[in-house]
């Protein structure tokens, strides 16, 4: 039996994937998995008994991916599983930037018991007015689940799409149009374009990307938006250029005391993901994730672990294995192994910077001996036999 626990509320069509090997628990230290959206845990103090953590969702900034690599706690996401969601909040943001749509429903609001209100709206309308979207230049920093299809979209709304990813993935590139301009220095990014959307992890090496300098290589009068992150942006450099006019508007996801209440700063409540099609997509991918490691212990959609895919045992036992990326580990499992006269019938062993994992499966049943002398050597994190 395993157990789990919520750290946000998590779909039920999720949930209901769950076989009757799992309950729900409200008592953290006694699940096997944590499902989280956007909940932080860089706080939290982690269980012995935790083994996973599943992101419902894209980003992990939420969670301390080295610590918990280091306690042997996998964290897996789910990635481009409310990408379609963002995308249309993105094609929303675009519209809602050019048109001032937002501004023209709260005037209506405002004259809502005004008689005059059909004649007046022709006389006031002048001052809602906006542009349109078709022929004009978007550019996109970050070209992977979201970017791409906000940049395919863009193409069929009549936009002329730059996109902008040094480390863009084979999948991406594949299914990204061939309208899109391909460019290689992001300057070019800010020159050009008159709307920028951004789309990247916030990493160390991507925080305040968009600064001071980085706004003033842009076009006088761009619009900006920002579904990724806030701490991508230096936004108090934002605020100052939306109040002298060189951003047009700010469109953001994430609203702060910066940006908030800011005129032409348009900040929703972190929306992107917040349709049912996503939140169900996210929560049936991290669950089928966390069964798969837990039963089967492969690794399929972590950020902190190697993926590692056995199927399913097919020996007698599986020994999972969580242990630093340093030499010589698969000759002192295997060592260990031979010496107890155990034959190793299939194995994987892959590794993700300074961590790895391994996996055994074993013609005979393991002893709590050879446990033990598997967990003794340096280097190893964790170990489960499944
Ligand atoms: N608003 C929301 O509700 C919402 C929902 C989902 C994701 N997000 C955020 O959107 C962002 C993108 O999510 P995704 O699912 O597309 O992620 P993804 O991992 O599929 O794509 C990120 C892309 O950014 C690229 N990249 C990394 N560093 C870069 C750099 N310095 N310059 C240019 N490109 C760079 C990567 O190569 C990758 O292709 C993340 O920050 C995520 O947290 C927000
Ligand atoms: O990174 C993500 O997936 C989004 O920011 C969505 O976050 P949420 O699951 O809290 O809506």
Request: glycine letters at 8%; charged letters at 25%; one cysteine or more.
């Amino acid at each position: 039996m395993y157990q789990y626990s919520c750290m946000n509320a998590i779909s039920e069509v999720g949930l209901q994937k769950f076989t009757d090997q799992y309950t729900k628990t409200e008592v953290k230290e006694d699940a096997d998995a944590l499902l989280v959206r956007s909940a932080a845990l860089h706080d939290m103090e982690f269980s012995d008994k935790l083994a996973a953590i599943a992101r419902a969702g894209a980003g992990v900034n939420n969670i301390p991916l080295e610590r918990c690599a280091e306690q042997g706690i996998v964290v897996f996401n789910t990635p481009g599983a409310n990408a379609n969601g963002v995308k249309e909040a993105v094609i929303a943001g675009l519209l809602l930037a050019s048109r001032d749509l937002a501004d023209g429903i709260n005037w209506v609001k405002a004259e809502s018991g005004n008689e005059d209100i059909a004649k007046l709206a022709e006389k006031e309308k002048k001052n809602f007015a906006g542009s349109e979207i078709k022929g004009k230049k978007l550019g996109i920093i970050g070209l992977g689940a979201i970017g791409i299809l906000v940049a395919n979209t863009a193409v069929h709304l009549g936009m002329e799409v730059y996109g902008y990813d040094p480390y863009i993935s084979v999948d991406s590139a594949w299914n990204l149009s061939r309208e899109i301009t391909h460019i290689t220095d992001v300057n070019d990014i800010y020159r050009e374009c008159d709307y920028i959307t951004i789309h990247v992890p916030l990493l160390e090496s991507t925080k305040k990307m968009i600064n001071e300098e980085a706004i003033a290589e842009m076009k006088d009068g761009v619009i900006l938006l920002n579904y990724a992150r806030d701490l991508l942006v230096d936004e108090e450099a934002v605020v100052k250029a939306v109040q002298s006019g060189k951003i047009r508007r700010y469109m953001s996801d994430f609203p702060n005391t910066t940006t908030a209440g800011v005129k032409n700063c348009i900040v929703t409540p972190h929306l992107g993901a917040s349709t049912s099609e996503s939140e169900d997509n996210c929560a049936v991918m991290a669950v089928k994730e966390v069964m798969d490691y837990l039963e089967n212990g492969n690794i399929n959609h972590s950020v902190n672990y190697p993926t590692c895919d056995m199927g399913k045992c097919k020996g007698v036992c599986r020994v999972a294995i969580n242990h630093k990326n340093i030499k010589n580990m698969i000759g002192q499992f295997a060592s260990v192994l031979g010496e107890a006269d155990m034959n190793i019938a299939n194995m994987a062993n892959q590794s993700k910077g300074e961590y790895a994992y391994s996996l055994f499966d074993l013609d005979t049943q393991i002893t709590d001996e050879v446990v033990e002398k598997l967990k003794n050597v340096q280097g190893v994190l964790r170990i489960r036999i499944l």
